[in-house]
C-alpha cells in the first residue's frame, strides 16, 4: 500500500507522545509536513516534539480534530479512543503507523531492523557506524540515542535507519533494502493468533527483501533457524556465535565498562575475512549480537572496518539501556528497559559474568497484565542470575484485564524458580525505605520494566534521603 500524501492535508498523531509515534511526527515536520497530535499526559517525547514548534493537545477529544484530514494510530489506540471515534464518523483517512512510515521511508535506501529484542540498540550502534562514516541518515528509532539526544532525525542523506514495530504486524508494509531480524519471541500474542502466525509475518517481512539489498538474521535465535528453514527469498545473510553463520562471533572478552570480540566473516565465492579486537562499550553477549548485525550491514554496504570500529566504540549508548543513574552508600544504581523473560535473562546473565563478587539486586515492575498472564512461568524462571528480587506493583497500561491469580503466589514462583531472595512492595515510598535500610556492602542495583520503573529510580535519592 502506497500512501499519497499531500503537503496541504493536516496530520493528526492519536497518541502523539508514544516513542514511535513522536519519532515519525518529527521526521515529517522536517520533511514538510503539518503535523499536529494528542496525548493525555505530557512527557518528554511530547516536550522534543513542542521544541519543534508542533501543536500538542494534552487531552483527547473530538474537537481536536477539527482541522485533520488524515488521523494516524499506533497499536496501543483503543477502538473507543474518541478521537478515533470521531474521525471514522467523519470518514477521515486513518493510517497504522506503520503504514505512514512505509510510505516516508520508500523513496530512500533503508535498514529496517526488526525483533522481539535488541532493535534500538541495534538501530542506534547502526546509526553511530554511520556518523563516524559522514553518512547522515534520517533516523526513526524505539529509544533515545545518546550521541542526539533524541529518538529521531531528519538527515540529509538519501539513507534511512529504522526500527520496525512488530506489535501490530504493520511492519511487513515497509519494503526493506537492507534488514536485520534480531530474534523472535513469544510477544504480542494480543495481536498474533499463534506463534506461528507471528513466525509467518517474519517470513513476509524477509521474502520483500530486494535482489540489491541484504537481509541480516540471528543465527543464535531458535526461532529465526525455524524461518531460515522457510524462506523462499534466500538473499539473507546470518550472523552469531554458530559456525555455519556467516558472521562468526568469537574471542569474546566481557569486562565491566566494554565488550570486545573478533568476527570470522564466511561469505559466498569470497576470502575468509577475519576482524579482531572490535569493542563495544555495552555490556552482555546479547549486545555483542546486536553490534555483529549493524557491523554485517556496514561491511555489505563498504565502510571501511576502521570506521566501523571508531563508530562501535565511540557509541554513546541508548537511554534506559542499562544506564547509570546515581550511586547510593557506594552501590550504583542503574535503570533497564528489560521487560520481559528473555530481556531480563539476558540483561542479568550480562551482569553476573562481569560483576562477579557483586549481590545482584533487581526491581522489577511487571508491564501489562496481558504479558504477565501469557509468561507467567516464563517470568518465574528469568531472575536466576539475580540474588535479590524487589517485586513491585504490575504497571497497567490501562489495560482492564484481572490477573486471573494470586500475585504472592506469583512472588514465591519467583523465589522457587530462580532461586532468590523477594521483597514485595506497594509503591514507590515503600521501595526507597526498603533501599534506605538494605544497601550496603557489595551490591548493584538494577530496575526493571517499560512502566513507571525509571522515573522510580530516578526519584530515589530524592525520596532515600
Not at 46 to 66: A, F, G, M, P, V
Not at 77 to 95: G, S, Y
Not at 208 to 227: A, E
Not at 434 to 453: D, F, R, T
Request: glycine share 6%; hydrophobic share 40%; with cysteine.
Amino acid at each position: 500500500m502506497t500512501i499519497e500524501i499531500a503537503k496541504k492535508e493536516i496530520i493528526h498523531f492519536i497518541g502523539i507522545g508514544g516513542i514511535g509515534m513522536s519519532g515519525l511526527a518529527l521526521i515529517m515536520k522536517g520533511q514538510g509536513f503539518r503535523v499536529q497530535g494528542s496525548d493525555i499526559n505530557n512527557n518528554r517525547n511530547i516536550d522534543r516534539l513542542k521544541k519543534e514548534n508542533i501543536k500538542i493537545y494534552l487531552d483527547q477529544s473530538k474537537k481536536n480534530l477539527k482541522n485533520a484530514t488524515i488521523v494516524v494510530i499506533s497499536s496501543a489506540i483503543k477502538k473507543t479512543n474518541p478521537e478515533l471515534v470521531e474521525a471514522r464518523r467523519r470518514k477521515i483517512v486513518i493510517i497504522k503507523r506503520g503504514e505512514m512510515l512505509a510510505s516516508i521511508v520508500s523513496l530512500m535506501k533503508n535498514i529496517v531492523v526488526v525483533g522481539s529484542h535488541g532493535k534500538t540498540t541495534t538501530t542506534s550502534l547502526i546509526t553511530s557506524i554511520f556518523q563516524e562514516s559522514k553518512i547522515d541518515p534520517t533516523i526513526i528509532n524505539g529509544g533515545v540515542i545518546n550521541s542526539i539526544k533524541n529518538n529521531a532525525k531528519l538527515g540529509k542523506s538519501d539513507w534511512s535507519v529504522l526500527e520496525a514495530d512488530e506489535s501490530d504486524g504493520s511492519f511487513v508494509h515497509i519494503a526493506p533494502t537492507y534488514s536485520i531480524v534480531t530474534n523472535v519471541d513469544r510477544e504480542h500474542m494480543d495481536y498474533y493468533k499463534s506463534v506461528k502466525d507471528l513466525k509467518n509475518h517474519f517470513i513476509k517481512f524477509i521474502n520483500k527483501t530486494p535482489s540489491f539489498g541484504k537481509c541480516f538474521i540471528c543465527n543464535d535465535d531458535k526461532i529465526n533457524r525455524d524461518l531460515i528453514k522457510l524462506i523462499k527469498n534466500k538473499n539473507f545473510y546470518t550472523y552469531g556465535q554458530k559456525e555455519n553463520s556467516n558472521f562468526i562471533i568469537n574471542n569474546i572478552d566481557q569486562r565491566k565498562s566494554f565488550s570486545k570480540f573478533n568476527l570470522k566473516v564466511k561469505l559466498p565465492n569470497k576470502k575468509i575475512l577475519n576482524i579482531k579486537d572490535l569493542k563495544i562499550p555495552l555490556l552482555g553477549i546479547h549486545n555483542i549480537r546486536n553490534a555483529v548485525g549493524a557491523i554485517g550491514v556496514a561491511l555489505t554496504i563498504g565502510i571501511p572496518i576502521p570506521r566501523i570500529k571508531l563508530g562501535l566504540i565511540k557509541f554513546k549508548g541508548v537511554q534506559r539501556r542499562f544506564n547509570k543513574i546515581f550511586t547510593y552508600n557506594k552501590i550504583d544504581f542503574y535503570d533497564d528497559y528489560a521487560h520481559h523473560p528473555t530481556e531480563i535473562k539476558f540483561v542479568l546473565q550480562g551482569i553476573k559474568k562481569v560483576f562477579k563478587k557483586f549481590e545482584k539486586v533487581c526491581i522489577f515492575q511487571p508491564h501489562r497484565v496481558s504479558r504477565l498472564k501469557d509468561l507467567k512461568k516464563e517470568f518465574t524462571c528469568a531472575f536466576r542470575d539475580a540474588d535479590t528480587v524487589i517485586l513491585c506493583p504490575i504497571y497497567s497500561a490501562g489495560e482492564k484485564i484481572k490477573l486471573g491469580f494470586s500475585y504472592d503466589n506469583f512472588a514465591r514462583k519467583i523465589i522457587k524458580n530462580s532461586n532468590v531472595k523477594l521483597f514485595i512492595v506497594q509503591n514507590n515510598y515503600e521501595l526507597a525505605k526498603y533501599l534506605k535500610q538494605n544497601m550496603y556492602g557489595k551490591k548493584i542495583v538494577v530496575g526493571m520494566g517499560a512502566g513507571s520503573i525509571s522515573n522510580w529510580i530516578k526519584n530515589l535519592p530524592n525520596l532515600m534521603k
